[in-house]
């Protein structure tokens, strides 16, 4: 394709996504396919011949469109927001032009020094501790972005493991297989599963306490925890605090969490995957106390910040915990600004990277401060919007409480049977997407705002949805 070529055909892919998203409302938000649906609509080999891109714009619709669930969709809400703007698009399109791999600073600096940049811009807008900001911390701490938070909870874990391997060895001697095997971390029944899965590729005990009434791991279950491992003969090492969980949207104490971890030397990282996005509105602030005795803490633009998957935000408060865990010294990667600047590859498990910060820096430009908090506080009073709808019906109960832009709630007095049938009735419905959970053993429905398209129109049709099916199933009770 020469360069004119691609100017239509850009043009035309440009006028399809803006048609899409303006028009994603008259969309049906979930996909009806069946498996194996795709292999049917397209030929079973390459083309023996390159094929015109304008038949592989019109196959967009036939065989692409019908397999896709819309997460823009103003009534998905189901998991939690998957972000997305015109500008973070923009953004990925040049991230794909340049196509470098900046896995050091020399394979190219500006993929480098802006994401060192963006980081420190990012941290004081939700005004992080000054020892995680490069530009405030002499270079000690630093932010890097990661694909996931669940690569940001392993990045953490292997360096933390890495960390007590030399401390414990320099301690006992012992040697490295029998340290691994009796290391421990821990974490809240309520954390994401992948908190649980970090633990599992890197071959330690993750042990996860249990909640009390407010969906938190108290001082008591916590110390606990640690001195019956320790009376074992284990080493506790590491912990995740949760703000935000997907379950529920609970927050874990951080001053709990950090206390006990700073007295057992456990390295302390804190997932706010989905919520840590709100922290750049100062009333959501006070949920983060405690955040200054974390060693490393993460965040997702991609989920609330109007930025495209995938952009994951972490910070550690001594970068070289990072470095001494994943640097691998090759001749081939030596350059002249090497110990002047972050290479990048060594703060994470991947080799190559992309020019991910470009997102951010577009996104936090164009849009600015002001109107990303005004985009999260929409998202939190839509869900109190649809709280109150709830609420004032009288079936219905709330089962955690409405921090952010996440209700879950349940049929009153009614079986673990009977609301999964509710949220099974709305959801071959077709009109809106929603899926479960259970707190505290009891089954419970998630009603997420996801989209940036997402008003109070959506609430009410929301809320029609569970009262229509509520009434069919049980009458008006």
């Known amino acids: 394709m020469d360069a004119e070529g691609f100017k239509e055909f850009g043009t035309e892919m440009m006028n399809f996504i803006t048609e899409y998203l303006e028009g994603i409302r008259e969309r049906k938000v979930l996909s009806s396919v069946k498996p194996g649906y795709l292999r049917e609509l397209i030929p079973t080999e390459v083309p023996e011949e390159g094929e015109k ?39 990925d399109m040049l991230c794909g032009a340049i196509a470098c791999t900046g896995f050091s600073w020399i394979t190219s600096p500006a993929c480098t020094e802006l994401e060192i940049v963006m980081m420190d811009w990012l941290g004081k807008l939700l005004e992080l501790p000054s020892k995680f900001l490069s530009c405030e911390s002499n270079g000690v701490g630093g932010g890097v972005i990661q694909g996931a938070a669940s690569e940001a909870t392993f990045v953490a874990l292997l360096a933390a493991r890495a960390q007590a391997i030399r401390r414990i060895k320099s301690e006992t001697g012992l040697d490295d297989g029998y340290i691994i095997g009796k290391l421990v971390a821990y974490t809240s029944d309520q954390s994401h599963t992948s908190v649980e899965k970090a633990g599992r590729l890197g071959g330690v005990k993750m042990r996860l306490l249990p909640t009390d009434e407010h969906l938190q791991v108290t001082l008591e279950v916590l110390m606990n925890a640690i001195t019956e491992d320790k009376s074992k003969g284990l080493f506790p090492f590491y912990a995740v605090a949760t703000s935000g969980t997907t379950n529920t949207c609970a927050f874990d104490d951080l001053e709990v969490f950090g206390d006990i971890c700073r007295q057992e030397n456990l390295w302390l990282h804190v997932d706010a995957a989905y919520a840590g996005a709100a922290f750049a509105c100062e009333e959501f602030r006070y949920l983060m106390k405690g955040i200054d005795k974390a060693h490393s803490f993460n965040f997702n633009p991609h989920k609330w910040m109007l930025t495209n998957f995938d952009c994951s935000a972490m910070w550690v408060d001594n970068a070289k915990e990072l470095e001494q865990t994943f640097e691998i010294d090759a001749i081939y990667l030596r350059h002249h600004a090497q110990g002047q600047v972050p290479d990048y590859r060594n703060w994470q498990i991947p080799f190559g990277r992309r020019f991910r910060s470009l997102k951010l820096w577009f996104v936090l430009r164009i849009y600015g401060k002001k109107a990303i908090q005004e985009h999260i506080r929409t998202h939190i009073a839509l869900a109190h919007e649809f709280e109150q709808l709830l609420l004032k019906d009288g079936r219905f109960e709330i089962v955690a409480p409405v921090l952010m832009g996440l209700v879950c709630f349940r049929l009153k007095n009614r079986s673990n049977e009977e609301n999964e049938t509710l949220l099974k009735t709305v959801v071959e419905r077709g009109k809106i997407y929603v899926v479960p959970t259970k707190v505290h053993g009891k089954y419970a429905i998630r009603f997420a705002i996801c989209s940036k398209f997402t008003a109070s129109v959506d609430m009410a049709i929301g809320f029609q949805e569970f009262s229509a099916a509520a009434s069919d199933l049980f009458g008006k009770m």
């Open 53 to 91: 891109w304008q038949d592989v714009m019109k196959d967009l619709e036939r065989v692409i469109m019908p397999g896709v669930s819309h997460w823009q969709h103003p009534q998905f809400h189901a998991y939690l927001a998957a972000a997305n703007s015109y500008p973070s698009i923009v953004a």
